[in-house]
């Protein structure tokens, strides 16, 4: 018989076995801590050793990427693919070019897809990848090089039944086009090895809304547990990309008033409230030169919070959609305090341990990423159906299979989530739905 696990010595065998990994820690943390007391209530759990299984990666490739600059010189790069766990279906999840790309940042996301895509009712393993690569003020022939000269190696391990990559940050539909075209040229093979792509060539309706929209059904969900809804709620968001701004169209659309938005410059409190026609703006903005939200605040008289993040403006409703470990503890304290009855996860674990701590511990609402943030791979998982298929759907259908992709998942969570006192912890409910979809996977599948 099996030890039963415990979970200080568990995360400190995580530790030694990989060290100075922090994020992939504490993304492995949030979810032992949640599912050790189901392993160890359950024998075919404990017997096949899953927890030590389920942390470590299927398989991690390591890639050079060389490529030419417009002035003639050569850059180096490194790329990554990790294909976390593949017991439930082909590998599945985004490509991110950032400079803080790791093996421990992409084994955190990696861990995190695993999950999140089960939750999805759909048969999609886990995986992350992407490069230290900073696109930043790179040409578009720039980038069109980088990403041929990553597909000259990644197409070895992708394809329609192994592994099917998309968009993170800074991978959105111009550099998932110019991947598709060079897996196309490289392979000879037509196939859908991607998804995210243009509507021109297999892409779904949908998809750049669907993450934005699909936190925004989840937080309905949520907050109709309440007896609440979004109309008249005051919402601060972080981050001025798609999952930013497409969740404000929508809080909109559904009678909320969106007071902020955030870039790595800072933070801009529109007391009048975003519009789409401001949001559309705000994307022409990033999407052109990249330039900084300040330019927002001097076109529409809004106020300019410099260097600062949106966590100090009073609300209703908070979502974190930037990137990892963007609200500390002191940030989610000032939240609560001002008032905030709601927090939802766009980006992927925003929340540092201690604010996620504090706010589970609250009475709060929490929405994690998980859960929260599981529309964008959902419609991409559509996307996979559609290229089967070699027909795509119509934008309702897809708008209308998202919408109950999301009440789905907020069911899962809400069953294996729910306290005694009635409070809902979501984020115990999205690790154990998930986990269990995996194990029952791994377990019939015997060891390996
Ligand atoms: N990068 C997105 C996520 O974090 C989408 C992944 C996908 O569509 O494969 O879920």
Redesign the pocket.
């Known amino acids: 018989m099996p030890d039963r696990y415990c979970l200080d010595p568990f995360i400190d065998a995580l530790k030694n076995r990989a060290p100075g990994e922090d994020a992939f820690h504490q993304a492995v943390r949030d979810v032992a801590r949640d599912i050790i007391p189901v392993i160890n209530d359950t024998p075919a759990y404990q017997d096949a050793c899953l927890l030590e299984r389920l942390t470590e990666p299927d398989r991690m490739m390591s890639f050079r990427v060389a490529w030419e600059r417009d002035d003639g010189s050569i850059a180096v790069n490194r790329a990554y693919r990790v294909q976390f766990n593949g017991a439930i279906g082909p590998y599945?999840?985004?490509l991110r070019f950032h400079p803080s790309v790791t093996p421990s940042v992409l084994k955190f996301?990696g861990f995190e897809?695993t999950f999140?895509n089960a939750l999805t009712g759909l048969p999609m393993g886990g995986a992350k990848g992407g490069s230290d690569f900073d696109p930043s003020g790179c040409s578009d022939a720039e980038i069109e090089r980088f990403c041929q000269a990553m597909m000259m190696e990644l197409h070895r391990h992708i394809g329609p039944d192994r592994d099917?990559?998309?968009?993170?940050i800074n991978v959105g539909a111009r550099e998932i086009g110019y991947l598709f075209g060079a897996y196309r040229r490289i392979t000879g093979d037509y196939q859908g090895v991607l998804?995210?792509k243009g509507l021109s060539y297999g892409g779904s309706e949908m998809r750049i809304e669907a993450?934005g929209y699909g936190l925004i059904y989840f937080l309905r969900e949520m907050l109709r547990q309440t007896d609440g809804d979004l109309d008249g709620q005051t919402i601060v968001i972080s981050g001025a990309g798609n999952v930013a701004t497409y969740a404000a169209e929508k809080a909109i659309a559904l009678g909320s008033k969106v007071v902020a938005l955030s870039d790595s410059t800072g933070a801009v409190l529109d007391k009048d409230g975003f519009t789409d026609e401001k949001l559309a703006w705000v994307r022409d903005l990033k999407s052109g030169s990249g330039g900084s939200l300040e330019d927002y605040a001097d076109a529409f008289s809004a106020d300019w919070k410099a260097g600062q993040t949106p966590w100090g403006i009073d609300c209703d409703i908070a979502l974190p959609c930037a990137a990892q470990n963007e609200m500390d503890e002191d940030a989610a304290r000032q939240l609560l305090n001002n008032g905030c009855r709601a927090i939802a996860e766009g980006a992927?674990m925003p929340l540092t341990a201690g604010a996620k701590d504090f706010v589970r511990d609250s009475d709060r609402l929490f929405g994690p990423a998980k859960a929260a943030?599981?529309g964008?791979?959902a419609?991409?998982g559509l996307e996979i159906w559609q290229n089967r298929r070699r027909r795509s759907a119509e934008e309702d259908d897809i708008a209308e299979a998202l919408e109950g992709l999301m009440s789905d998942i907020h069911a899962r969570c809400a069953e294996e989530g729910e306290r005694k006192d009635g409070h809902i912890d979501y984020a115990r409910g999205v690790n154990v739905a998930g986990f269990k979809t995996v194990a029952d996977a791994m377990v019939a599948q015997g060891i390996g």
Do not use: R
């Open positions: 599945k999840g985004g996301l897809q999140k099917v990559p998309a968009g993170d998804t995210g993450t992927n943030n599981a964008g791979v419609v991409s």
